[in-house]
């Protein structure tokens, strides 16, 4: 495309958007610089979005796009409308009162855009400067769910791929990808002083899958981030120019090339595509492409490679890698590279760990990451970049972009793009990121406490991430660290069944997710780190797209669960059909962290199993427990509470023994029950009460405990009592709060 055509394309969006958005606020006069948008061809590309487009239409409210999401032929669940409102990570949940009246939004807009720069980067930082004020307007067609920023990326998406020409092209290709192995990647470490480089692998695989966007947007004709219609945790889908496949076969055979070059088969990038009809971008029909992108993709990852193997033999694929021997790093198991020396460190338990040059940048970058703010800048690599060392070197010689952080405002060089992470004040930067970089950075109070309780405990000094061994001591209780993953139940029925939307809106659904678990996270993370002891204990070792994983002491985890669960039934308007699942593990300090990884998600698979009252999944498994979100966990926290209120006021320990014994007693006999129902015929109950020798022993053991306790404590014993025995009560979880309440009291372990 010529730059001269370009630019007009350029001025023509942002007179319109900026034209729309004044509408929307009732505007008295246009801002200064108001570009021309008066071509007609804007309708043609519009009429792509809706028949009813008008370049000068209206929206009224905007409704949440997760209020459209629910199964077919079931009733619209309560309908919850955005307020108009500057976007920032304080202004995220519906049900916050604050709202920005028109006059303020359109305002502080105007201010802002009279600061846009001029020439090369101009119309990227308009991209997210209109997201900011935009994104809760809603569209001015009035397509269901869809904002006024969505109706403005998908017109740009839609220019940019029809190669600029006033009339749009009859039909697009979606691209789509993904980077299989991440898990392998990210968790196949030794636990051994692994807590340090952790994050850093994991943000690493998130910088890959950015660069990997950035690099397919400069192949296919430096299209603009309006073109990607989604991307988060390794995947991504594009819209780009018809007749790109030439480019994208040529491209992908390269880089994967390279990814096995450097990573021995661990990563490859899936990528695939699909004829995209105009007519169907503004329609429901649009899911069914996206299924058939998505077909295409699941069938390319169990083609590993096979671009490289036509092009270089299969030798390129199953040659020896490597020389053997005892020389290896200690976290990711490889052997140096030639001419590389492994360097050897002592971890906080007083180990000696060999690591290489890769590892050791990967700490390098978590600790460079756990800054609020932070600054991202992105450059096109020069010679210097693609001979610097660790994971700056690895990505430009991958992708052919340079990656550095800051922790203060960046000088910006000509060429280089500057963003800022988890606030969205655009002043000397291009645009803004969320990121839960939540990380647990040992500090003067950690050093002072480590010195007063384990004085043979090495620290070395210096800026440092916290090991697993330090959480799990500084846990309440039993010393553990806690590994917690969660991820939203059904998202394949989500994007197939429950909302069969439009780019559009298919496009505003990703990113409603990922502004949850990329943003919202973070101030969850430390909301709740806050409230411990240790205010720095939650470390985030991934958060974005629909899913997180997260390490900490494990006390925090389970709080840490109740209330992402809480704050996203709040973000979904408490929508039925959108919920979550997930599942903590306790581990001990130098449990290996690969098995840590597996068995938290067997946890959350058994919580993605469970049903009850004909209602799936919602539910948290702890501690080996299954209980749904709701009635039930309220139930379990308040039994906890119970129980470690009554021994902290000097009712004996034995109290949660007991409540462990009757707990057991109980699933035995409902265990011998069920069988009996299943062999009859009978359709089994799990909540159901069901009675034998525990209850006459809870009679029992709970009177005679209570004897010799304060009248208050000995109320309190005798109404626990009652209540065990009744239906649906607090029997079913009897044995998970004793345990809970036992975990959390006791102490003094070493």
């Given amino acids: ?205 998130q910088l890959l899958g950015d660069a990997v966007v950035r690099a397919l947007r400069r192949e296919l004709g430096r299209l603009p981030e309006t073109n990607v219609i989604y991307a988060a945790g390794g995947n991504f889908i594009l819209l780009v120019p018809a007749g790109s496949e030439a480019v994208l076969e040529e491209w992908q055979a390269e880089f994967n090339r390279s990814l096995l070059k450097e990573f021995e088969g661990d990563l490859y990038l899936a990528l695939a595509w699909e004829t995209l009809p105009s007519s169907v971008v503004g329609t429901s029909e649009f899911a069914a492409a996206r299924e058939r992108l998505g077909a295409r993709v699941a069938a390319a990852k169990s083609r590993r490679f096979v671009e490289v193997v036509q092009r270089d033999g299969w030798s390129a694929l199953f040659r020896p890698q490597g020389k053997g021997g005892l020389d290896y790093c200690h976290i990711c198991q490889r052997e140096p590279r030639p001419g590389e020396k492994l360097v050897a460190e002592t971890t906080e338990a007083g180990e000696e760990v060999r690591k290489c040059g890769l590892c050791r940048s990967f700490e390098a970058l978590a600790r460079d990451i756990a800054y609020d703010p932070l600054w991202m800048v992105v450059a096109a690599a020069d010679d210097a970049a693609r001979q610097d060392s660790g994971w700056p070197r690895l990505l430009a010689r991958l992708t052919g972009f340079a990656y550095r952080f800051e922790h203060d405002p960046p000088r910006v060089e000509d060429g280089e793009a500057a963003y800022i992470f988890n606030h969205t004040d655009l002043e000397s930067v291009h645009g803004f990121r969320f990121l839960a970089n939540v990380t647990p950075r040992i500090g003067a109070a950690d050093r002072r406490w480590v010195q007063e309780h ?215 006999t409902r265990r011998r029950a069920l069988k009996a129902e299943r062999e009859a015929g009978q359709e089994p109950t799990l909540r159901r009460l069901y009675w034998g020798r525990w209850v006459w022993m809870a009679a029992y053991s709970l009177t005679r405990l209570a004897r010799g306790c304060p009248k208050e404590q000995k109320e309190e014993i005798l109404k626990i009592q009652r209540e065990w025995i009744e239906p649906g009560k607090r029997i079913h979880f009897l044995g998970l709060a004793a345990r809970w309440a036992e975990y959390k009291l006791r102490g003094g372990e070493k």
């Fill in 1 to 205: 495309m010529e730059e001269q055509r370009r630019k007009e394309i350029e001025e023509t969006l942002i007179g319109w958007a900026v034209e729309a958005l004044g509408r929307w606020t009732g505007m008295s006069s246009p801002p200064a610089r108001l570009p021309d948008r008066s071509a007609q061809w804007l309708s043609h590309y519009g009429r792509i979005l809706s028949r009813d487009w008008h370049p000068d239409g209206r929206g009224e409210r905007l409704l949440s796009i997760l209020s459209l999401v629910k199964p077919p032929k079931v009733e619209a669940v309560q309908q919850v409308f955005v307020p108009a409102r500057p976007l920032s990570l304080e202004t995220i949940l519906p049900d916050d009162d604050r709202q920005t009246s028109a006059t303020d939004l359109w305002q502080a807009f105007v201010g802002e855009f009279g600061r846009l720069p001029e020439g090369e980067g101009r119309f990227e930082t308009f991209i997210h400067l209109f997201r900011k004020y935009a994104w809760s307007v809603p569209c001015t067609y009035g397509e269901a769910g869809v904002s006024l920023y969505d109706e403005f990326k998908a017109l740009a998406a839609l220019m940019y791929a029809s190669g600029g020409t006033e009339a749009p092209a009859e039909e697009f290709l979606l691209v789509g990808g993904d980077i299989p192995g991440i898990q392998d990647f990210v968790y196949t470490i030794t636990s051994k002083g692994a807590a340090k480089g952790l994050r850093g692998r994991s943000f690493f695989l």
């Fill in 454 to 668: 384990y004085p043979d405990l090495v620290v070395p000094p210096g800026e440092r991430i916290k090991d697993f061994g330090l959480m799990a001591r500084q846990s309440e209780g039993i010393q553990r660290v806690g590994v917690l993953r969660m991820d939203v139940d059904n998202l394949g029925l989500i994007f197939g069944r429950y909302l069969r939307g439009s780019m559009a809106q298919t496009s505003a659904l990703s990113a409603a997710l990922e502004l949850f678990f990329a943003g919202h996270l973070n101030r969850i993370c430390r909301d709740v780190a806050a409230q411990g002891e240790h205010d720095n204990s939650i470390y985030v070792i991934y958060a974005g797209g629909d899913d997180l994983f997260v390490v900490g002491s494990w006390d925090r985890m389970p709080i840490l669960a109740e209330r992402i669960r809480g704050d996203f039934a709040a973000y979904t308007g408490h929508n039925p059909h959108l919920t979550l699942s997930g599942g903590v593990t306790l581990e001990e300090r130098k449990f290996p962290l690969y098995r840590a990884a597996e068995r938290a998600g067997e946890a959350e698979g058994k919580a993605k199993q469970y049903t009850r009252d004909g209602c799936e999944k919602d539910a948290f498994c702890f501690l080996g427990q299954v209980v749904a979100w709701g009635e039930e966990w309220e139930l379990l926290r308040e039994t906890e509470r119970s129980f470690s209120s009554l021994v902290d006021a000097g009712v004996p320990r034995s109290l949660l023994r007991v409540a462990q014994i009757l707990h057991t007693q109980f699933i035995d």
